[in-house]
C-alpha cells in the first residue's frame, strides 16, 4: 500500500502487486475455491482479540467504551478486493497526517483527520505527524492477502493510535457460511462501492423529504398519560406491552440524576457545582478537503436543559416478556404552515450574506438522542429489560439533554427506529408523545 498526497489535505492510497509480508502459497492454501475462481465471499466472522479496558462490542464490526455506550470507539468495515481487476485507489479528504506501516506483518496505512480551522482542536496535532493525542477522528486500511480483504477501521477520538493499532492487530478475517450469528458480518465489495461513488451522477437532495412533512402525519398524537401499544416495535415482536410516558420533568443540575444514570463521560456535561453546560454550535464554511478544511467561522453557546422522561412498560399478555428493547429519542418539530419540520441547530440553513454552509452541534455526554436511563439489562448491559411478567409493569426513567429555548418544541418518541432529527415513517405511524412545555 503506497500512499500519495493531493494538495494539503487530500491522500490517494494506492494498493499495489502482492499485499502479504510472507508471499507463499501458503496464503492461496489458505484460500476458498470461490475465492480461487474469483468469487467474492458474501460473509465473515471478524474476531478480535484485544479490546482496551472497558470497552465493549455493541454491534457486530463495533465496540465502545462502556461509560460511551454506542458512541465513540471503533467501527470496522471488511471489503472484498478482486484481484483480476484494477483495483479502485483509496481517496479520503481533509487528512492532516498518514503513515504507511505494517500491523502485525499486514501492509497497512493510516491517518488523522484534520480539524476545522478556528475549532478548540484545531492545534492537537502537527501537519505531517501522527499525534496519540489528537482530538480528530482517524483510520485505518489494512489488507488479508490470504482472502484478498480489505479492512477499513474507523476510529473515534476517545481512542488512541496506541490503542487502535493493538486493537488492529488483533482481528482476524475469515470467510464463513454463516449468514448470521456473533460476529459474523456481511462482505462489501469495494470497487463496486468506488464505482458508484465515481459515477459522477446527481445525488437526489432528500433534505426537504428528511426534514419536513405534512402537518397531517402527525394526527396519531398521544398525550402524557395516554396508553401506546409496542406489539411490535423492532425486530422481536413484543405482544401485549404497552407503554406509558407518565411524566416529565425539567431541571439544569446533575442532582436530579440519579447515580446510575452518571458515567465519567456524563459527568463532563456538567461544571464543578454540577450545573449543566451550555451546547457549544459552530458554524462552519466548508473546505474542499485537498487544500482547505472545514473553517469555524461563527460559534454561539446555547443554554440547556436536563428532560427527565418516565415510561411505564406493561405487560398485558399471558406469558413472560423477555429482553425487551426500549428506546427514546425527543425530536423538536416547529409548525411552517401546513407542514412539520425538524427544528435541531444543525438543521438551520444559511441566510443572505452567511458565509458558512453547515452547522455542528458539540455533544458532550448525552444529546436529545443519546440518552441516560436507570434501567440496563440484556448480555450487554445497555438499553434492554431483563423480564416482564404478566401483569407486572417496570418503569424506566431516561434523561435527554435539550435546548432550553426548544422546549416548546418537544415531541417523544418510543420508537426503536429513530425519528428524533429525521423524518421517520415509524415514529409517525407510533404516534410522538407531546411533551411540549
Not at 502487486?17 to 501458503?26: C, F, L, Y
Not at 467504551?65 to 478486493?81: A, H, K
Not at 425539567?250 to 457545582?273: G, P, Q, V
Request: charged share 25%; with cysteine; aromatic share 8%.
Amino acid at each position: 500500500m503506497h500512499n500519495q498526497k493531493v494538495g494539503k489535505y487530500g491522500l490517494k492510497t494506492q494498493i499495489e502487486g502482492p499485499q502479504t509480508a510472507a508471499e507463499s502459497t501458503e496464503n492461496m492454501a489458505d484460500q476458498t475455491t470461490e475465492e480461487r475462481a474469483g468469487k467474492a465471499a458474501e460473509y465473515v466472522r471478524l474476531e478480535i482479540s484485544y479490546l482496551p479496558k472497558g470497552m465493549v462490542q455493541s454491534e457486530e464490526g463495533k465496540f465502545s467504551f462502556e461509560d460511551n455506550y454506542m458512541q465513540g470507539g471503533v467501527s470496522m468495515i471488511v471489503y472484498q478486493l478482486t484481484p483480476e481487476k484494477t483495483i479502485a485507489d483509496i481517496e479520503n479528504t481533509g487528512i492532516a497526517v498518514s503513515e504507511e506501516t505494517s500491523i502485525g506483518g499486514r501492509p497497512a496505512v493510516y491517518m488523522e483527520t484534520a480539524p476545522a480551522e478556528g475549532d478548540s482542536a484545531e492545534n492537537s496535532s502537527t501537519e505531517g505527524t501522527a499525534n496519540e493525542n489528537t482530538t480528530g477522528a482517524k483510520k485505518i486500511y489494512m489488507i488479508y492477502a490470504e482472502h484478498n480483504y480489505l479492512l477499513e477501521m474507523f476510529i473515534f477520538p476517545d481512542v488512541t493510535k496506541e490503542e487502535a493499532f493493538q486493537i488492529a492487530e488483533g482481528v482476524s478475517i475469515t470467510p464463513t457460511e454463516e449468514t448470521r450469528g456473533e460476529n459474523v458480518m456481511q462482505v462489501c465489495s469495494w470497487n463496486d462501492m468506488e464505482n458508484e461513488a465515481g459515477k459522477g451522477e446527481p445525488e437526489t437532495d432528500e433534505s426537504e423529504t428528511l426534514m419536513t412533512f405534512p402537518k397531517e402525519k402527525m394526527k396519531n398524537i398521544h398525550l402524557i398519560g395516554g396508553e401506546i401499544s409496542l406489539d411490535q416495535n423492532g425486530i422481536e415482536a413484543t405482544p401485549g406491552l404497552t407503554a406509558i410516558v407518565s411524566d416529565v420533568t425539567i431541571s439544569d443540575n446533575i442532582s436530579s440524576l440519579s447515580e446510575n444514570m452518571l458515567e465519567d463521560d456524563t459527568k463532563a456535561a456538567f461544571d464543578t457545582d454540577g450545573n449543566l453546560l451550555p451546547m457549544k454550535v459552530e458554524y462552519l464554511k466548508s473546505g474542499d478537503g485537498i487544500n482547505t478544511v472545514d473553517e469555524v467561522v461563527e460559534t454561539k453557546e446555547i443554554p440547556m436543559k436536563i428532560v427527565s422522561v418516565t415510561v411505564d412498560y406493561k405487560n398485558n399478555g399471558k406469558t413472560a416478556l423477555s429482553n425487551v428493547m426500549f428506546n427514546g429519542g425527543i425530536a423538536l418539530l416547529a409548525e411552517y404552515g401546513e407542514n412539520m419540520q425538524f427544528d435541531a441547530y444543525m438543521n438551520e440553513k444559511p441566510g443572505t450574506g452567511d458565509i458558512w454552509d453547515c452547522v455542528n452541534e458539540e455533544s458532550i455526554g448525552f444529546s436529545q438522542e443519546v440518552y441516560l436511563s436507570d434501567v440496563h439489562g440484556g448480555e450487554r448491559h445497555n438499553n434492554y429489560i431483563n423480564t416482564i411478567n404478566p401483569g407486572e409493569t417496570v418503569t424506566v426513567r431516561m434523561a435527554f439533554k435539550v435546548p432550553e429555548e426548544k422546549l416548546n418544541e418537544m415531541y417523544f418518541t418510543l420508537s426503536n427506529y429513530g425519528g428524533s432529527h429525521f423524518y421517520d415513517e415509524t415514529s409517525l405511524q407510533l404516534g410522538y408523545v407531546d411533551i411540549r412545555q
